[in-house]
């Protein structure tokens, strides 16, 4: 291994060991709900990043999420939601977790929501719970973690810039995708500072900072001609120039700091909000730990995996765990379970010759699954957070 990529697999792992990396889930859920075709009989798992999109299941229909994760700041902050949709009134959460920021922060932590949070997300939040101190101007919630501290970083260079600000509201004001792509192509694209931005965005610091490691950098390196930073530049190019901003809550929050109430995470709309307190919030199980551990140890079936983009990581830096999970993956599967994945790169050619054990058989994982690349190709494209470079959408049928 290159001396470059030792110290920026040590940057990532002090970064993702010490840290919340991600305020908000960056996958869109409404590519997932039709990918996964959800129902109540459902018996899902799912990586719970910033635990928005298990909230998301719920709401469309599964009857069980089980959101797990590695990192348990990540899973304090699902604890610290499900805590606020229990004994909050809307106004108050939409406050907190739409806006990022409410008023008495400390008193309502203190007097509604620590007592329901396990030992270890109480001694978090007892330490961070300012992240949602009230300010006139400046930081929100959303502002804070790995990937909040790089969109304060951003916000406050382009700040520097006002002719840039002003036409970066302008494009999330925009009432249409022409006006829209007519503010990028004429204030935002010429803008000086893309040059730096673009540089900026070829660091591993930048890159751990956004849950990035250095196997996933190398794997979209490897089919992506001017690399990470021209995929990332054309990206977001993508997402100014044909998919609307006023539906685009994934970028609106890092752009502005906050969601709207017409634009946001469905668990933020009133009625969903007041269905989750009413009830649905119980279908959610929170477990930190490796999804193979947590596989291991299931006496039921699950029927949906969501596996994100983690196995980029796995196959280049522990190919020998992403083959013991998939062992886990196809033992606690239930015949016919759906299952999605994305990746950095426009392809991955590392899951289908993993070989497991079915049934005291060997078999290529590849010759288990029946790919639904139709549809995969479909949802992609639509994808709002438009950063990664594939999504695959597959079905287990050769389990008996």
């Given at each position: 291994?290159?001396?470059?990529?030792?110290?920026?697999?040590?940057?990532?792992?002090?970064?993702?060991?010490?840290?919340?990396?991600?305020?908000?889930?960056?996958?869109?859920?409404?590519?997932?709900?039709?990918?996964?075709?959800?129902?109540?009989?459902?018996?899902?798992?799912?990586?719970?990043?910033?635990?928005?999109?298990?909230?998301?299941?719920?709401?469309?229909?599964?009857?069980?999420?089980?959101?797990?994760?590695?990192?348990?700041?990540?899973?304090?902050?699902?604890?610290?939601?499900?805590?606020?949709?229990?004994?909050?009134?809307?106004?108050?959460?939409?406050?907190?977790?739409?806006?990022?920021?409410?008023?008495?922060?400390?008193?309502?932590?203190?007097?509604?929501?620590?007592?329901?949070?396990?030992?270890?997300?109480?001694?978090?939040?007892?330490?961070?719970?300012?992240?949602?101190?009230?300010?006139?101007?400046?930081?929100?919630?959303?502002?804070?973690?790995?990937?909040?501290?790089?969109?304060?970083?951003?916000?406050?260079?382009?700040?520097?810039?006002?002719?840039?600000?002003?036409?970066l509201r302008d494009a999330l004001e925009a009432e249409t995708l022409e006006q829209q792509r007519a503010i990028y192509f004429s204030r935002l694209r010429p803008w000086k500072g893309v040059?730096?931005?673009?540089?900026?965005?070829?660091?591993?610091?930048?890159?751990?900072?956004?849950?990035?490691?250095?196997?996933?950098?190398?794997?979209?390196?490897?089919?992506?001609?001017?690399?990470?930073?021209?995929?990332?530049?054309?990206?977001?190019?993508?997402?100014?120039?044909?998919?609307?901003?006023?539906?685009?809550?994934?970028?609106?929050?890092?752009?502005?700091?906050?969601?709207?109430?017409?634009?946001?995470?469905?668990?933020?709309?009133?009625?969903?909000?007041?269905?989750?307190?009413?009830?649905?919030?119980?279908?959610?199980?929170?477990?930190?730990?490796?999804?193979?551990?947590?596989?291991?140890?299931?006496?039921?079936?699950?029927?949906?995996?969501?596996?994100?983009?983690?196995?980029?990581?796995?196959?280049?830096?522990?190919?020998?765990?992403?083959?013991?999970?998939?062992?886990?993956?196809?033992?606690?599967?239930?015949?016919?379970?759906?299952?999605?994945?994305?990746?950095?790169?426009?392809?991955?050619?590392?899951?289908?010759?993993?070989?497991?054990?079915?049934n005291g058989k060997k078999s290529k994982v590849g010759d288990l699954l029946t790919y639904d690349h139709d549809l995969a190709a479909r949802l992609h494209p639509l994808d709002r957070v438009?950063?990664?470079?594939?999504?695959?959408?597959?079905?287990?049928?050769?389990?008996?």
């Open positions: 291994m290159k001396r470059a990529d030792i110290l920026g697999k040590r940057w990532f792992d002090l970064i993702h060991k010490r840290s919340l990396i991600y305020n908000t889930c960056w996958e869109d859920p409404r590519c997932d709900r039709q990918a996964l075709q959800l129902s109540p009989d459902d018996n899902l798992v799912v990586i719970t990043s910033a635990g928005c999109n298990a909230l998301d299941y719920v709401l469309a229909g599964a009857g069980t999420v089980n959101t797990v994760d590695m990192n348990p700041r990540q899973n304090a902050l699902l604890e610290l939601k499900i805590a606020g949709i229990r004994h909050l009134p809307f106004t108050t959460f939409f406050e907190m977790f739409g806006r990022g920021r409410v008023r008495n922060h400390r008193e309502i932590y203190e007097t509604y929501l620590r007592a329901d949070l396990t030992p270890f997300a109480k001694t978090f939040w007892d330490k961070r719970i300012e992240y949602f101190k009230l300010r006139p101007r400046g930081k929100t919630f959303y502002y804070h973690g790995s990937c909040g501290f790089f969109a304060r970083a951003f916000h406050n260079y382009a700040a520097a810039s006002p002719d840039f600000r002003r036409g040059k730096f931005a673009h540089w900026i965005a070829s660091r591993d610091a930048t890159l751990a900072l956004l849950g990035v490691p250095p196997a996933q950098r190398r794997l979209v390196e490897a089919d992506y001609p001017g690399g990470i930073a021209q995929f990332i530049m054309d990206q977001v190019e993508e997402v100014f120039t044909e998919l609307p901003l006023s539906d685009n809550y994934f970028w609106r929050v890092y752009l502005s700091g906050s969601y709207t109430q017409d634009c946001c995470p469905e668990y933020l709309r009133r009625d969903n909000f007041e269905r989750l307190k009413a009830g649905l919030w119980k279908n959610i199980t929170i477990t930190t730990g490796s999804i193979t551990e947590f596989l291991q140890k299931q006496e039921r079936p699950i029927t949906r995996f969501v596996l994100l983009d983690h196995m980029d990581w796995l196959a280049n830096h522990r190919p020998e765990a992403l083959e013991e999970e998939w062992q886990a993956i196809i033992s606690s599967a239930a015949p016919n379970a759906r299952m999605i994945w994305r990746s950095g790169a426009p392809r991955v050619d590392f899951v289908d010759p993993i070989v497991v054990n079915v438009h950063t990664y470079g594939c999504l695959y959408v597959a079905q287990l049928t050769g389990k008996n």
